[in-house]
């Protein structure tokens, strides 16, 4: 089967979770660090989940799912101990339109959840389709070694020069040549070595801004 390869924003969006175990405990996780409004329907809740509740960071319906609990979600996980009680759901949700993520059996899904590097704004996902998840994490294994915190650093500086350059540089097809040799620059390999105000430099130079704001007589 061939997947859509999308990223989705969630943030205030009402979400799903049924199940309380650590696969659930998992999704749901992920769910919150996307900014989601999670609600967990569970008889039992992990230690995690249970505090969670407990601090109102999710929403928790200490019951067995029913069909109902559907109603108004943007996206299910259905992540129980139980493929029946997980098949039902997906397939409700099938009905409904909702995107549902069963976590077995899997071919239930409409959706399924990638490996994921990420280090801040950078996301990276890793995906067999379904055929090798071991691979998956095989990949996403080797990607968190090449791809480390520097990244992350690189474009949150990066957001504050881009913004800048797009205020003060009119020239669209300058601005494009701007971006590109800072990506293509050294910058990153400055931050690996720990010298940032280096790469913050060398980004503002070749953008040619100063380091106080205001461009630079350079053309």
């Known amino acids: 089967m061939k997947f859509y390869p999308a990223y989705l924003d969630l943030r205030d969006r009402p979400c799903l979770v049924i199940g ?5 405990q998992r999704k749901a996780l992920s769910l919150l660090t996307a900014g989601a409004d999670v609600t967990i329907v569970s008889p039992r809740l992990t ?3 249970h505090d969670l509740a407990r601090s109102g960071k999710i929403t928790h319906h200490k019951k067995d799912f029913d ?3 559907l109603s108004g979600r943007v996206l299910v ?3 129980t101990d139980s493929p029946e009680v997980n098949t039902r759901a997906a397939r409700a949700c099938r009905k409904k339109g909702i995107l549902v993520n069963a976590a077995t059996p899997p071919e239930e899904s409409t959706f399924i959840v990638p490996s994921v590097v990420e280090q801040g704004d950078l996301l990276i996902a890793v995906s067999t389709s ?3 998840p071991a691979l998956s994490k095989k990949i996403r294994k080797e990607l968190e070694a090449r791809y480390g915190p520097e990244y992350e650093q690189f474009l949150g500086k990066l957001a504050a020069v881009r913004k800048r350059v797009q205020d003060e540089v ?3 097809r300058k601005r494009e040549r701007i971006f590109q040799a800072i990506a293509h620059s050294d910058a990153i390999e400055l931050l690996r070595m ?4 280096e790469a913050e430099a060398r980004m503002l130079e070749i953008s040619g801004l100063s380091r106080c704001g205001g461009t630079s007589k350079r053309d």
């Open 194 to 197: 720990g010298k940032a105000r």
């Open 20 to 24: 309380g175990g650590p696969v659930a």
């Open 77 to 79: 996980i259905a992540a």
């Open 47 to 49: 230690p995690r989940l």
């Open 170 to 172: 009119k020239d669209a």
């Open 130 to 132: 379904g055929a090798s």
């Open 67 to 69: 069909e109902k609990d």
